[in-house]
């Protein structure tokens, strides 16, 4: 490989949420990170180079965002990487992926009105939804030996009940690294069309689908003024979760011009961060090769970790290998421990934080869910703590 993933960097005493924010979510104080989703790998020294660059200017007033590079970078990634044709009137600055999301939701759906989402779900969709009032209306993802799978009639039947007006599709899914077939997205656009359903798309996790199915963007199911948005940025595939770097794709111009006028005139947020504008330049024209070699690594880990599951804990874990994310959906049902035994376990025993299960589920969980974006060194001494986290309780020494 021409890129070194197992270089290991020192992220603790930086204001990294994943070291530094630990004291919010867990009970145990100093804890390996597997939890929150950026990577223990270095945005690659082409992008950092070009933003060096752009220190060197030494000036960052107001940035006009709609520029030919920036639009046609990310033109060419979709071309490139995607096949697919995306217009560059169509593509729009926004300050987050969350806050799109959010303002979708308020857009099409009054309090107490429904919000459909797949289950298991990204933890901050289940907290905006319940956040801003509104219903959260479960689809809730079937479990086969070689995946998950869509529920089509449970799907149909939710997205028809009067008060649901969004869906909020993860295009690939956190946390169970499930990519959507264009079958599936067929289906799903079509169910809503029918119902008066907006759908946003969130696709943060894209670039890493390592199937060979490739990933099937909702912008391909785009007609003018289709109620269809995708939202996606660089802050995933890059590791530039803080820089701001998200956009969103849509031809619905209704919503575009509500969206933008309230930036300017409600929420006072039209400012784009321009570092984050050079980087989709950058990154978009020259990354291909670097975010191929990235999956790999990450492949590569997953299979590290399905082979310690199958060898060493085969009676505790099962884990179904994802065809997308970083992010691995591990569950340990088979154990007969409860969460709060496991996390427990897991924090105090391992000293390793992951993603706490019943924050991504509505029942009760029986899963954690582990990031796998870091050198196989550190992956490595995570399973062992793992195991002996679980070994821990098998023997009643918690
Ligand atoms: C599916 C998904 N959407 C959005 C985000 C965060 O996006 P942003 O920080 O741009 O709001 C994450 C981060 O984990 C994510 O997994």
Same mark, same amino acid.
């Given at each position: 490989?021409?890129?070194?993933?197992?270089?290991?960097?020192?992220?603790?005493?930086?204001?990294?949420?994943?070291?530094?924010?630990?004291?919010?979510?867990?009970?145990?104080?100093?804890?390996?990170?597997?939890?929150?989703?950026?990577?223990?790998?270095?945005?690659?020294?082409?992008?950092?180079?070009?933003?060096?660059?752009?220190?060197?200017?030494?000036?960052?007033?107001?940035?006009?965002?709609?520029?030919?590079?920036?639009?046609?970078?990310?033109?060419?990634?979709?071309?490139?990487?995607?096949?697919?044709?995306?217009?560059?009137?169509?593509?729009?600055?926004?300050?987050?992926?969350?806050?799109?999301?959010?303002?979708?939701?308020?857009?099409?759906?009054?309090?107490?009105?429904?919000?459909?989402?797949?289950?298991?779900?990204?933890?901050?969709?289940?907290?905006?939804?319940?956040?801003?009032?509104?219903?959260?209306?479960?689809?809730?993802?079937?479990?086969?030996?070689?995946?998950?799978?869509?529920?089509?009639?449970?799907?149909?039947?939710?997205?028809?009940?009067?008060?649901?007006?969004?869906?909020?599709?993860?295009?690939?899914?956190?946390?169970?690294?499930?990519?959507?077939?264009?079958?599936?997205?067929?289906?799903?656009?079509?169910?809503?069309?029918?119902?008066?359903?907006?759908?946003?798309?969130?696709?943060?996790?894209?670039?890493?689908?390592? #199937?060979?199915? *490739? +990933?099937?963007?909702?912008?391909? &199911?785009?007609? @003018?003024? %289709?109620?269809?948005?995708?939202? =996606? $940025?660089?802050?995933?595939?890059?590791?530039?979760?803080?820089?701001?770097?998200?956009?969103?794709?849509?031809?619905?111009?209704?919503?575009?011009?509500?969206?933008?006028?309230?930036?300017?005139?409600?929420?006072?947020?039209?400012?784009?961060?321009?570092?984050?504008?050079?980087?989709?330049?950058?990154?978009?024209?020259?990354?291909?090769?670097?975010?191929?070699?990235?999956?790999?690594?990450?492949?590569?880990?997953?299979?590290?970790?399905?082979?310690?599951?199958?060898?060493?804990?085969?009676?505790?874990?099962?884990?179904?290998?994802?065809?997308?994310?970083?992010?691995?959906?591990?569950?340990? #049902?088979?154990? *007969? +421990?409860?969460?709060?035994?496991? &996390?427990?376990? @897991?924090? %105090?025993?391992?000293?390793?934080? =992951? $993603?706490?299960?019943?924050?991504?589920?509505?029942?009760?969980?029986?899963?954690?869910?582990?990031?796998?974006?870091?050198?196989?060194?550190?992956?490595?001494?995570?399973?062992?703590?793992?195991?002996?986290?679980?070994?821990?309780?098998?023997?009643?020494?918690?």
């Amino acid at each position: 490989m021409k890129y070194n993933f197992d270089e290991i960097i020192d992220r603790r005493g930086t204001a990294t949420v994943a070291y530094e924010g630990q004291r919010k979510v867990y009970d145990y104080e100093n804890l390996e990170p597997f939890w929150i989703a950026d990577m223990d790998i270095k945005t690659p020294d082409f992008i950092i180079d070009h933003l060096k660059n752009k220190l060197d200017q030494a000036h960052f007033g107001y940035l006009v965002w709609k520029q030919d590079e920036y639009l046609n970078a990310i033109k060419h990634w979709y071309k490139t990487r995607f096949s697919v044709n995306v217009q560059k009137n169509d593509i729009y600055y926004v300050p987050s992926i969350l806050f799109t999301v959010t303002e979708v939701i308020r857009e099409f759906t009054k309090e107490g009105e429904g919000v459909l989402i797949h289950t298991p779900s990204y933890n901050a969709f289940i907290n905006l939804i319940e956040g801003n009032n509104r219903r959260l209306v479960e689809s809730p993802l079937i479990k086969t030996e070689n995946g998950y799978e869509l529920d089509k009639a449970q799907f149909e039947k939710m997205a028809a009940q009067d008060d649901v007006k969004v869906l909020v599709l993860c295009n690939p899914h956190n946390p169970t690294g499930k990519v959507w077939t264009k079958e599936e997205c067929e289906f799903m656009k079509e169910v809503c069309e029918k119902n008066d359903v907006f759908i946003v798309s969130d696709e943060i996790h894209m670039d890493f689908v390592r #199937s060979e199915k *490739g +990933f099937y963007s909702m912008t391909n &199911q785009m007609k @003018l003024d %289709s109620p269809i948005l995708v939202v =996606t $940025g660089l802050g995933k595939t890059f590791n530039l979760a803080s820089l701001a770097s998200s956009y969103m794709i849509t031809k619905h111009r209704y919503f575009t011009l509500q969206f933008n006028r309230k930036l300017a005139t409600y929420y006072g947020l039209a400012a784009a961060n321009t570092l984050a504008v050079e980087a989709v330049k950058v990154a978009y024209t020259q990354a291909g090769d670097w975010v191929d070699q990235l999956n790999q690594h990450i492949e590569r880990n997953m299979d590290i970790l399905d082979d310690f599951i199958k060898s060493e804990m085969p009676e505790q874990l099962t884990f179904i290998k994802p065809d997308s994310t970083y992010l691995a959906w591990i569950d340990f #049902s088979k154990s *007969g +421990f409860n969460e709060s035994e496991v &996390q427990k376990a @897991l924090q %105090s025993v391992g000293k390793i934080a =992951t $993603g706490i299960g019943n924050s991504f589920e509505i029942s009760e969980s029986h899963h954690f869910r582990m990031n796998l974006a870091c050198s196989e060194e550190k992956l490595v001494n995570g399973l062992e703590a793992i195991k002996k986290s679980f070994t821990a309780l098998s023997n009643n020494k918690i």
